[in-house]
Structure formats: C-alpha cells, structure tokens
Nanobody
C-alpha cells in the first residue's frame, strides 16, 4: 500500500505565497510522474503541474510563471511553490503519483492524496 500525505495549504492574501509538499510512503519499487491537481467549488478537478522522474515538467497555462514544481533527489516527495497567488487559485489541491509496486507481478498504479486547502483572499 502507498500513501500520499499533503501539507502546506492555508490562507494568504492575493499576491502571497505558499509551498505545498507531498510525501509518498509505504511499500513500492519506484515512482515516475508526480503532480498536483486542484478542484474549486463547483468546478472539475484540473491539472496544475506534473513532473516525471526524469525531470520533465508540465504546467497549466493559468499557473505558468507563478508556480514551480520540484521533487527530492530520492523522488519520493514533490513540492509546489506557489507565488503571486490569485483569488482564482483558491481550491483544494491534490497530490497524485504513478507508483510501481514492489511485489510480483509488479504493476503501475495511480495514487491520490487527501487534499489540502489553499485560499487566496483579502
């Protein structure tokens, strides 16, 4: 089993910054892509940013230039540095990861964290 635990959400004024983190724990062989998604009230969940084990990064157009995704050298933790936050960034942010199990037959599975609230409001 694999768990993804998010932290770092909170309330900030527009223009402020937050740093989200997501740590993977449990029994697995490796993690490839990790990423962040968000869901605002009344809206569908949308991609924010992803990063592969090789360092390839993809951002949503709405956050490019303001948010930065990164991960540890061990590849088990992903971060999202959020700068110049706007009210429209307000949402629950979810971590996701593609994980290879450690037991045969080894399989790839996508796991999701519980979400962390980000609110940018004056």
């Amino acid at each position: 089993q694999v768990q993804l635990v998010e932290s770092g959400g909170g309330l900030v004024q527009p223009g402020g910054s937050l740093r989200l983190s997501c740590a993977a724990s449990g029994t697995f062989s490796s993690i490839d892509t990790m990423g962040w998604y968000r869901q605002a009230p009344g809206k569908q969940r949308e991609l924010v940013a992803t990063i592969t084990s090789g360092g390839n990064i993809n951002y949503a157009d709405s956050v490019k230039g303001r948010f930065t995704i990164s991960r540890t050298n061990a590849l088990n933790t992903v971060y999202l540095q959020m700068n110049s936050l706007k009210p429209e960034d307000t949402a629950v942010y979810y971590c996701a990861a593609d994980v290879l199990g450690s037991r045969l037959p080894r399989r790839w599975s996508t796991y999701w964290g519980q979400g962390t609230q980000v609110t940018a409001s004056s």
